[in-house]
């Protein structure tokens, strides 16, 4: 009777026993088994090589296949031997050119980057000195204090605004470990909270159910059409729009009334930011001036001439002292709201190109500009140097918001997709296709980086980290330009160009 391996079922060449299970197998393939599990394949109990024993048998002589029994089918196996050896070396002489042409690539990628390293490093510090040698530019007006306060500096209240022109400052010593020791404090807070949402933060589910609670047409005018812009305060209690009729307006949720009318600029407003602290409003506007209002008195305060174009984007910094802006002069500009001074202004030589909007980093030290050619880009604020650049877009990029984490970036433009990037990886890691043909205006995460609103042809909520929308609001019947989230996620604000300010919540 012959001996059959229990593993393969076939005559064994070289059979052994286990005398663990009592049970033949061929030794290569025991020993590859007991190798790499160390117990014996019938009952699994523990085994060793060395106590396998050797079965004294015959030597078996396998029979030659029918195939290989004439001379013309020995022929033919060698034919297909020799046909598989050159198909493998084709195939090996392929990946071998691949793998030159990878290296050759990469060492060049290698020396171009060599070369814009030592370019950049050389203008950078043609820059530092030449921005040593510059005076830095009087002050010209410093904050007084109101009637009523008590050591609170704030804007003053004048009825001629003072008007500052380009002529960038200094970044003195004083304004760097202020803007550090922010950017410091804001990290430890963020630590601290660790990734834990706030218990009153709004669920998914009761956003999925949000309804409109208010619409409100009558804010702009009539015969020009549109809000452009909107932001809230900080208590979100009042909302701030800008819009296509030169005027910027502060409506109150609650009493659902007009609070400001501000009136100063020559063309559509552009952008607008409440500051989260003071009663002030910031505006920027197509007529390339950047206005500082007391919302109190609906008085300018300052008007900062910081661009020779169009003012396409401003973000206030986590200090709420300065104010980051860019326009379609290709130049970024830094400047003291409280002054009106442009402390920096920058662009990037190497590529002068419109920028479409600008935001700063949560934490203050970087930030984030779009531009004309669908291109991310990335500055350090104290060095004045672009760090990293994302391309990926195919159209002007519309809009960019960093979430509050400090880790992720959403950014749109005229391509109807959404990209978010990792600034921990400099790379894009989700892609968001929209419907064809959509337009998308604005982007904003919450306060707590949990959910992302998109404006545009409607407005669109998605739950962060899933990136899976979770709810559509098309109530607008034209292009919505501005979403805001209220405190915790309690209620979304939307504005566009059918001039309504909307309200979506819960319904009572």
Same mark, same amino acid.
């Given at each position: 009777?012959?001996?059959?391996?229990?593993?393969?079922?076939?005559?064994?060449?070289?059979?052994?026993l286990?005398?663990?299970?009592?049970?033949?197998?061929?030794?290569?393939?025991?020993?590859?088994?007991?190798? @790499?599990?160390?117990?014996?394949?019938?009952?699994?109990?523990?085994?060793?090589?060395?106590?396998?024993?050797?079965?004294? *048998?015959?030597?078996?002589v396998?029979?030659?296949?029918?195939?290989?029994?004439?001379?013309?089918?020995?022929?033919?196996?060698?034919q297909?031997?020799?046909?598989?050896?050159?198909?493998?070396s084709?195939?090996l002489?392929?990946?071998?050119?691949?793998?030159?042409?990878?290296?050759?690539?990469?060492?060049?990628?290698? @020396?171009?980057?060599?070369?814009?390293?030592?370019?950049?490093?050389?203008?950078?510090?043609?820059?530092?000195?030449?921005?040593?040698?510059?005076?830095?530019?009087?002050?010209?007006?410093?904050?007084?204090?109101?009637?009523?306060?008590?050591? *609170?500096?704030?804007?003053?209240?004048?009825?001629?605004?003072?008007?500052?022109?380009? /002529?960038?400052?200094?970044?003195?010593?004083?304004?760097?470990l202020?803007?550090?020791?922010?950017?410091?404090?804001?990290?430890a807070?963020?630590?601290?909270?660790?990734?834990?949402?706030?218990?009153?933060?709004?669920?998914?589910? %009761?956003?999925? %159910?949000?309804?409109q609670?208010?619409?409100?047409?009558?804010?702009?005018?009539?015969?020009?059409?549109?809000?452009?812009?909107?932001?809230?305060?900080?208590?979100?209690?009042?909302?701030?729009t800008?819009?296509?009729?030169?005027?910027?307006?502060?409506?109150?949720?609650?009493?659902? !009334?007009?609070?400001?009318?501000?009136?100063?600029?020559?063309?559509?407003?552009?952008?607008?930011?409440?500051?989260?602290?003071?009663?002030?409003?910031?505006?920027? /506007?197509?007529?390339?001036?950047?206005?500082?209002?007391?919302?109190?008195?609906?008085?300018?305060?300052?008007?900062?001439?910081?661009?020779?174009?169009?003012?396409?984007?401003?973000?206030?910094?986590?200090?709420?002292?300065?104010?980051?802006?860019?326009?379609?002069?290709?130049?970024?500009?830094?400047?003291?709201?409280?002054?009106? !001074?442009?402390i920096?202004?920058?662009?990037?030589?190497?590529?002068? *190109?419109?920028?479409?909007?600008?935001?700063?980093?949560?934490?203050?030290?970087?930030?984030?500009? =779009?531009?004309?050619?669908?291109?991310?880009?990335?500055?350090?604020?104290?060095?004045?140097?672009?760090?990293? %650049?994302?391309?990926?877009?195919?159209?002007?990029?519309?809009?960019?918001?960093?979430?509050?984490? =400090?880790?992720?970036?959403?950014?749109?433009? %005229?391509?109807?997709?959404?990209?978010?990037?990792?600034?921990?990886?400099?790379?894009? $890691?989700?892609?968001?296709?929209?419907e064809?043909?959509?337009?998308?205006? +604005?982007?904003?995460?919450?306060?707590?980086?949990? +959910?992302?609103?998109?404006? =545009?042809?409607?407005?669109?909520?998605?739950?962060?980290?899933?990136?899976?929308?979770?709810?559509?609001?098309?109530?607008?019947?034209?292009?919505?330009?501005?979403?805001?989230?209220?405190?915790?996620?309690?209620?979304?604000?939307?504005?566009?160009?059918?001039?309504?300010?909307? $309200? $979506?919540?819960?319904?009572?």
């Amino acid at each position: 009777m012959a001996l059959v391996c229990s593993i393969s079922n076939e005559v064994p060449e070289e059979p052994v026993l286990s005398p663990v299970s009592n049970h033949v197998f061929e030794r290569r393939l025991v020993v590859k088994y007991i190798n @790499d599990n160390g117990t014996d394949p019938i009952n699994g109990e523990a085994l060793s090589v060395d106590q396998l024993l050797e079965i004294k *048998v015959s030597a078996v002589v396998k029979p030659r296949p029918p195939s290989a029994t004439s001379i013309p089918a020995i022929l033919k196996l060698l034919q297909d031997e020799w046909d598989a050896c050159m198909l493998h070396s084709f195939t090996l002489r392929q990946q071998l050119q691949t793998a030159r042409q990878e290296l050759s690539h990469a060492l060049y990628q290698h @020396d171009a980057a060599c070369r814009v390293i030592a370019r950049l490093t050389k203008e950078v510090t043609a820059a530092r000195e030449a921005l040593a040698t510059l005076k830095p530019q009087a002050a010209g007006f410093a904050p007084t204090l109101r009637e009523g306060t008590e050591g *609170v500096a704030t804007i003053p209240t004048r009825t001629d605004a003072m008007e500052t022109e380009i /002529s960038p400052g200094e970044m003195t010593e004083e304004i760097l470990l202020k803007l550090q020791e922010t950017a410091a404090m804001l990290t430890a807070e963020r630590k601290k909270r660790g990734k834990k949402a706030p218990e009153d933060l709004n669920s998914a589910e %009761n956003i999925s %159910n949000f309804v409109q609670l208010s619409s409100h047409p009558g804010l702009h005018s009539a015969s020009v059409p549109g809000i452009l812009a909107l932001d809230l305060s900080g208590d979100s209690s009042r909302a701030l729009t800008g819009g296509a009729d030169k005027n910027a307006v502060v409506f109150h949720k609650e009493s659902e !009334q007009v609070i400001a009318v501000l009136k100063g600029h020559t063309k559509k407003i552009s952008g607008v930011v409440y500051h989260p602290k003071e009663d002030v409003a910031i505006t920027s /506007s197509a007529d390339a001036t950047i206005r500082v209002w007391a919302v109190g008195t609906s008085l300018c305060q300052q008007v900062v001439k910081a661009h020779d174009g169009p003012v396409t984007g401003i973000s206030l910094h986590p200090t709420g002292d300065y104010l980051l802006s860019a326009a379609n002069d290709e130049f970024w500009a830094f400047s003291d709201i409280k002054t009106g !001074q442009v402390i920096s202004k920058a662009n990037d030589p190497t590529s002068p *190109v419109a920028l479409t909007c600008a935001q700063f980093h949560p934490d203050g030290l970087i930030f984030g500009t =779009g531009t004309a050619d669908s291109i991310i880009k990335i500055w350090d604020l104290k060095e004045r140097a672009n760090v990293a %650049n994302f391309s990926g877009h195919s159209g002007p990029i519309t809009s960019i918001s960093f979430s509050e984490n =400090g880790y992720y970036l959403a950014t749109a433009a %005229n391509d109807a997709t959404l990209k978010l990037w990792d600034l921990r990886k400099l790379k894009n $890691f989700k892609t968001i296709n929209l419907e064809e043909n959509y337009q998308v205006q +604005y982007l904003t995460f919450d306060q707590t980086g949990t +959910y992302l609103a998109v404006g =545009g042809t409607d407005v669109q909520i998605y739950l962060c980290k899933q990136w899976n929308m979770i709810k559509q609001i098309t109530e607008h019947t034209g292009l919505v330009m501005g979403v805001k989230f209220g405190i915790n996620s309690s209620f979304l604000a939307s504005a566009g160009m059918d001039r309504h300010l909307k $309200f $979506f919540g819960l319904p009572a």
